[in-house]
């Protein structure tokens, strides 16, 4: 590993200290080197989240598609090069190149970036193409890092990791509901409107969520010890997070976002650490 490598780790490392507590204080339990990798492939997809949603740059949605479109492209001729003049790529590069991460995980979720530029109001089908995009692919990312190279158990568990991914997703949306519509003019959820969000309305979006968490739970059993106890404290966060949302009126939830608070979270990965073994 070159000095520029470590560079490049270290600065995946800063994105996700600085973006992310939740998904920061889950990725401390991975072992090494599955944390840095993780950390490399979370690094890249929030670089491009920030390219399209980031309200305090002054680009518009034409600049905002380029820079998108370079990020992708630059990723593509970092892997295929074995290098890159940005350390957030490179670091990815290094990382897609060991555990065989290609075009048909990465494409899908560079599209989903870009319908943000231009899809405001969501139906069923275009909602389930973007969740797979933005959350699913990544959840198989970090699956092929986590099983090392066995095909077979990669398989036996894609189908968790898909559902794990979904439910973090949506969960994000359930809690962004006005800041999406409000700042980024966005509606994710077909058919709900802030101005008559219901209890009702509520519970059935967290039911699909709940069960997304339920099946991606069968899974976690069956990782391998170095991964094990992350994924299950993010499930537990993001558990956590929706018995939050469902005790919460949905009147206070198109108001404010919803969080759980820090002490709490560093609970929910402590008790992790210590069950999930």
């Keep these: 590993m070159t000095s520029y490598d470590n560079a490049a780790r270290a600065s995946a490392a800063a994105v996700i200290e600085h973006y992310s507590t939740s998904f920061g204080w889950a990725t401390r339990l991975l ?18 989240d920030e390219l399209v949603d980031d309200d305090q740059q002054p680009w518009d949605a034409d600049r905002r598609s380029l820079l998108l479109d370079g990020l992708q492209d630059e990723t593509h001729r970092a892997i295929e ?4 003049a940005n350390l957030v790529v490179h670091a990815f590069a ?7 991460i290609g075009a048909d995980l990465i494409d899908p979720f560079f599209d989903s ?13 275009s909602l389930s193409g973007y969740v797979y995009g933005s959350a699913e692919v990544v959840g198989l990312m970090c699956l092929r890092v986590f099983v090392g190279g066995d095909h077979e158990a990669y398989h036996d568990l894609a189908p968790g990791a898909r559902r794990l991914g979904a439910a973090f ?33 509520r519970d059935l979006l967290l039911d699909d969520i ?6 991606a739970a ?7 010890p170095s991964s094990r106890r992350a994924v299950h404290a993010a499930h537990a966060l993001f558990a956590a997070l929706s018995a939050r949302l469902r005790a919460t009126p949905a009147a206070q939830i198109s108001r404010e976002r919803v969080r759980v608070p820090d002490l709490v979270k560093a609970q929910i990965v402590a008790r992790s650490a210590l069950v999930a073994r």
């Design 210 to 215: 709940d069960a997304d968490l339920r099946t």
């Design 31 to 48: 072992h090494e080197p599955v944390r840095t990798h993780v950390r490399c492939i979370y690094a890249l997809v929030r670089v491009a």
């Design 169 to 201: 997703q949506k969960v994000n949306f359930l809690r962004d509901l006005r800041a999406d519509q409000d700042l980024l003019g966005r509606t994710y959820f077909p058919g709900i409107d802030l101005g008559t969000f219901t209890d009702r309305e």
């Design 113 to 125: 970036m870009r319908a943000d530029l231009s899809v405001t109001v969501h139906d069923q089908q």
């Design 94 to 100: 290094l990382t897609a190149a060991e555990h065989h």
């Design 81 to 84: 090069a074995g290098g890159s």
């Design 218 to 224: 069968l899974a976690i059993s069956r990782l391998p």
